[in-house]
């Protein structure tokens, strides 16, 4: 039965699965198979000339993968979606669909580090570009275009310093010059919908916030179903010219029958058959636990992060606090435009005694867990300058926003009240 509802609380409980054909069971069940038995060799046949689609392989497809990408397509507005291993899996499958060997793509150099050595080095050493842009200046996205552009990447909310990316006005730069815009949107699930600010694509670390509970690593990939691959044919060689390793398949040609979902389409086939970065059925039915509660919980996660804010902004032994809801001019601006019902979780703020007093505030927490990891429904904190951050130099740490004494939070949803009295209680310490 499909879901007519566009509130996400609804959507994340019921989008894509309603009963199991035959069980009648209301849970999304686990489909632990590798593969399908085909009806007869005609529906075989058709199957692998996708003139019908179906469940041939679990690499490429599966039923429980399936539910949690038409949950995750429906919560975003999307047309389509896939489920892939890891976050990195779909940032890498997100560049790799559109790119090949000597084109290069325009990235903010506002990134998560994972996504910042996978673009400056692994897919450079496939002789795929970077081309990294301050993303304060949206019209300098425009001036490093070139005709082997192939897309524009950033992330909504990117850590450390949480400046929201002005993904109204780069999408609209890219859609005059034929460039999709695809948004890393792990930090904010539910409260920013990039597909709505035109956006193409919308991918997802969904072992953060989707998740919550911290059990299982995924990625996920929206497509907005929103861009005119056809009309730019010249940009997008993987999608408009006959694909050799499918029968000369030309996607936009092919997907006609089956609506706007070239793009998503051809990474299934293409990139999950061949790269095999595929979701186990086990985690998305772990994801699917955590999306049914995401709206929920973000709601939570956004208001206790609002409070600890204040309380750090107030608190004699903190020079500066950085979260969207503290500042003003033209990075308040943006947030507010790009945002709606929060501001995120994840929270900063700097010690005057730099490292040592960093590392003494860590040390001394109690509730708070001290982890590499953001989004989880637990508080976390860490120091990036001894861990994530320490293997650059301090210039470069401070060009990306990491001083000395820089904390980075992932406000949980325990009681505001607890998660203040352990900060209170460990600041007393430093
Ligand atoms: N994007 C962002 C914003 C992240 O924070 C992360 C992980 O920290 C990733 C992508 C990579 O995701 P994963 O760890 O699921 O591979």
Known sequence: MPISSKHPETLAVHAGFREAAGTHSVAVPIHQTTSYQFESTEHAANLFALKELGNIYSRIMNPTNDAFEQRAAALEGGVAALAVA???AASTYCVMNLCEAGDNFITSTDLYGGTWNL?????????????FVDPSDPEAFRNAVDERTRLIYAETLPNPKLNVFPIAEVAAIG?????????????????????????????????KYMGGHGTSIGGLVVDGGNFDWEAWGDRFPTLNTPDRSYHGAVWTEAVKPLGPIAYILRMRVILLRDLGAALSPFNAFQLIQ??????????????????VARFLRDHPKVTRVIHPSL?????????????????GALVGFELEDGAEAGR????ALELFYHVANIGDARSLAIHPATTTHSQLSVEDQLASGVSPGYVRLSIGIEHPDDIIADLSQALEKV
Not at 185 to 207: D, Q
Not at 360 to 363: D, S, V
């Open 119 to 131: 673009f400056a080095n692994t897919l450079r050493q496939m002789g795929v570009e970077a081309r």
């Open 175 to 207: 859609r005059e010059l034929g460039i999709p815009l695809i948004v890393d949107n792990t930090a904010a699930p539910v409260i920013c919908k990039p597909l709505e600010l035109g956006a193409a694509v919308v991918m997802y670390s969904a072992t």
């Open 86 to 88: 890891s976050g990195q």
């Open 327 to 343: 500042q003003d001019g033209e990075a308040r601006r943006r947030a507010d435009s790009t945002l709606r019902g929060g501001y």
């Open 360 to 363: 003494r505030f860590i040390e």
């Open 290 to 307: 955590g999306v049914e509660t995401l709206p929920l919980r973000m709601r939570q996660h956004c208001e206790n992060a609002i409070l």
